[in-house]
């Protein structure tokens, strides 16, 4: 386990939006003991869990754009992934992607809440979320076999998405939403897609 903890961390990626998520912390310290510091942080985390489904089929999975920016974009962000998802240097999502959207998301909520600490509380739950997800995704492509029987579990389910067919088991970190709208099937009632491998490939 180790070694997998060390390669984790050693993602410059992974250790800019952990160092992130400490500084987060230590500024909403003092406000631990209230409780709508934790909803704050809850809903935050609730909020990546729905937003990882949703981007994950509407935007990762979106037909292969005209324009050769977007398509450029798109395939460092997550087309790349599936034609080598063992590869680290495309497993992990760039802090110029991640960053950015957290920022946005948690201004609307100030402008909102009109709150700095609940904010920050907001964008922390944001943040830890995203490196949950991001170890699950990681160990998914490792060859480490999870202790749990939910790690075992996810492992196999988004290893699916990878290798039977890309139109199905969207959640990373869940299966929850895949079953609420109905993308979570029996994968032997699934046929083996041709361009899981290669969603550019794609019609």
């Known amino acids: 386990m180790k070694q997998y903890v060390k390669e984790f961390f050693g993602d410059i990626h992974v250790r800019i939006m952990s160092v992130l998520v400490l500084i987060g912390i230590i500024f909403i310290a003092r406000s631990f003991g209230e409780w709508a510091t934790w909803l704050a942080i809850v809903i935050g985390m609730a909020g990546y869990a729905f937003a990882e489904y949703l981007i994950h089929r509407f935007i990762f999975h979106m037909k292969p754009p005209k324009s050769t920016l977007m398509l450029k ?19 992990f999502l760039p802090v110029w992607y991640s960053l950015p959207n957290i920022v946005i998301i948690s201004l609307l909520a100030f402008f909102v809440i009109q709150n700095v600490i609940l904010t920050v509380a907001f964008a922390v739950g944001i943040s830890t979320f995203l490196l949950y997800y991001e170890w699950t995704h990681y160990i998914a492509h490792k060859e480490y076999v999870p202790k749990t029987s939910w790690g075992k579990r996810m492992k196999k389910i988004h290893l699916w998405h990878h290798y039977k067919n890309e139109n199905y088991w ?26 899981a491998r290669d969603l550019e490939k794609r019609a």
Do not use: M
């Open 170 to 195: 969207y959640g990373v970190t869940s299966p929850t939403f895949d079953k609420v709208f109905g993308t979570y099937k029996d994968h032997q009632a699934v046929p083996k897609s041709e361009t």
């Open 73 to 91: 974009f798109i395939k460092r962000i997550h087309y790349d992934h599936h034609v080598d998802p063992r590869n680290l240097k495309l497993l």
